[in-house]
């Protein structure tokens, strides 16, 4: 089971007047509030997700685009190595269009420590992001599947949801 936790950077956190702490759901924030998705991942989630991505954003719905800024990985090694594998990449889902610059070598996820990586915004190039219009975001390693292993993950993504116009 993969768990999602979503906050919200800078979100109002009282009632208009002030009185009482209001719960404000993602889908009732402002695009100009970054928001936050924490994706924990098992070593079987890493071991398949070569042909079984993992969701790591929902799509957000009709007429909206996730805007990625930035995507922290943090690997937590086990007993057990991973072997074989591929790059690891972050990809908006059913497309091969990537919001970040650079991947995720295999290296860090078949050694025997823990590490952590970050992938910031592709800024070498615009990105094409009609393709991924309501659209969630996956992670896959798509040249090799990991092999054996019992280490896991924890996936960080900062975000905003722009509706289009």
Do not use: C, R
Request: aromatic share 6%; charged share 5%; proline share 4%.
């Amino acid at each position: 089971m993969i768990e999602v936790h979503k906050t919200a950077i800078n979100a109002p956190q009282f009632q208009g007047d002030g009185s009482t702490l209001k719960n404000i759901g993602s889908a009732a924030l402002s695009p100009l509030v970054q928001q936050v998705a924490q994706v924990s991942l098992t070593a079987a989630n890493l071991i398949a997700m070569k042909t079984t991505p993992v969701s790591v954003l929902p799509a957000p719905g009709a007429g909206k685009v996730l805007i990625v800024d930035a995507i922290s990985f943090q690997f937590k090694h086990g007993a057990t190595q991973f072997t074989g594998g591929g790059a690891v990449t972050f990809v908006y889902h059913g497309t091969a269009v990537t919001p970040h610059t650079g991947n995720v070598a295999a290296s860090v996820i078949n050694a025997a420590a823990d590490d952590l990586q970050y992938l910031g915004p592709n800024t070498s190039a615009a990105i094409d992001l009609q393709s991924a219009i309501n659209t969630g975001l996956d992670i896959t390693n798509a040249t090799a599947a990991f092999a054996t292993g019992n280490g896991a993950a924890i996936v960080t993504v900062w975000y905003s949801v722009v509706t289009l116009g």
